[in-house]
């Protein structure tokens, strides 16, 4: 889904107890506080209760799974902060999250030269995996598709299934999954006989964006564009609504539950990217092991589905490598194939990317988000 100097007031937590003798140290980054809280929380959970799970049943190589885990408070200076400490300090064999394209790129440096995995849980931009010369980041690897993928499918959903002759956008200029997503989707639609009638930006940290929305609106658009994340997109749809804009709205893996908070019923007619539905079966028990657990409904459920999935995909490599020393981990997970996970089957590409993984489009309606379509472009 984000500059630098700080004291270092990040947090440890142990999302594990501390087990005596030989543990596997898993280190995890969650955006705990921050604009992005809400997918942070949902994140730490689903990690929990994987672990719990995987020590219940004598853990990885006869070793208990320890995790530390710390808050980067969805800000890029924290995120590098805590990714040297678990690389340096706390000597982890990986880390884990978080879903934020602009926080995983801050922090791949130190990964790479610390020789540590990382497995992001939902950053979706592809210099997450990939540099700016197109070289592969060796130590660097996802569990979800890219925003490529995802501008491809919103695309062809705005212009073949919504009938969208004109679209606009209103993104957030400061993130780089906002700006990708944007950019990417321009390219499809474009493509598929679509135009783009405004294009407006705002942000991170905006809250008004009525002077954006009041250009928009005068251009008639068939169809608005929110590629954005965290709490300025409920705010965004909230304002399209009040101020007239009645089309459907789309956007990408932004949404969350916690958005019919801020927007009430404006969500209703807008469309979102899933990387999962909700109604899948293979899905139901895992839901109710959260409510458990958390004591709540799981909202943001793509997170909760990537990062319970990320520690059993890592769990995979470690037992594949019969260790884990970091680097040997790392070309195990290089090698991902065919691998059997709670919401999809696994199989790396040659840029630490999933392979030909479906998308979802989600639709808002009555409180909620719903299936409505399956994309494979």
């Known amino acids: 889904m984000r500059k630098f100097m700080i004291s270092l007031l990040l947090v440890m937590m142990l999302v594990t107890p501390v087990f005596a003798g030989n543990t596997i140290k898993v280190g995890e980054i969650a955006t705990v506080t921050g604009d992005f809280a809400a997918y942070g929380v949902a994140e730490v959970e689903s990690v929990k209760m994987a672990v719990k799970e995987i020590n219940a049943k004598g853990g990885i190589l006869g070793k208990k799974v320890e995790v530390v885990m710390y808050d980067c408070r969805t800000r890029n200076e924290d995120m590098v902060n805590a990714a040297r400490r678990l690389v340096q300090q706390d000597k982890v064999c990986a880390v884990i999250g978080p879903s934020g394209s602009g926080l995983c790129i801050a922090a791949s440096p130190v990964f790479n030269s610390g020789k540590v995995p990382h497995l992001g849980t939902l950053p979706t931009n592809p210099k997450v995996t990939v540099d700016e010369k197109g070289k592969v980041r060796p130590y660097n690897f996802r569990i979800c598709f890219l925003d490529p993928y995802q501008g491809k499918v919103l695309a062809i959903f705005a212009g073949k299934d919504l009938k969208a002759k004109k679209a606009a956008i209103l993104y957030d200029v400061s993130s780089d ?19 783009i009638v405004a294009d407006e930006g705002h942000r991170g940290d905006d809250v008004d964006f009525r002077a954006q929305l009041t250009k928009i609106a005068q251009t008639k658009p068939d169809v608005l564009v929110i590629p954005t994340m965290g709490k300025c997109l409920p705010l965004a ?31 209703n007619n807008t469309y979102w990217i899933s990387h999962v539905a909700k109604e ?5 028990n895992f839901f109710a092991k959260y409510k458990k657990q958390a004591g709540t409904e799981c909202q943001e459920f793509m997170n909760a589905v990537m990062a319970y999935d990320c520690v059993y995909w890592l769990k995979a490599a470690i037992e594949k490598a019969k260790s884990d020393d970091p ?20 199989t790396m590409d040659p840029t630490h990317d999933p392979k030909d993984k479906d998308a979802f489009i989600l639709e808002a309606k009555n409180g909620k988000a719903v299936f409505y379509k399956k994309i494979r472009p």
Not at 177 to 195: A, E, N, P, T, W
Not at 245 to 267: C, L, Q
Not at 280 to 284: E, F, G, H, I, M
């Open 280 to 284: 899948d079966p293979a899905l139901k």
């Open 237 to 267: 749809v909230k304002q399209a609504r009040e101020m007239g804009i009645k089309v459907p709205i789309i956007g990408g893996d932004g949404y969350g539950d916690f958005m019919w908070e801020i927007a009430g019923n404006a969500m």
């Open 327 to 346: 680097v040997k981990v790392r070309d195990a997970l290089e090698q991902t194939k065919g691998l059997k996970l709670m919401h999809a089957t696994l």
């Open 177 to 195: 999954y906002s700006q990708g997503l944007r950019d990417f989707f321009i390219k499809s639609y474009k493509s598929v006989g679509g135009k």
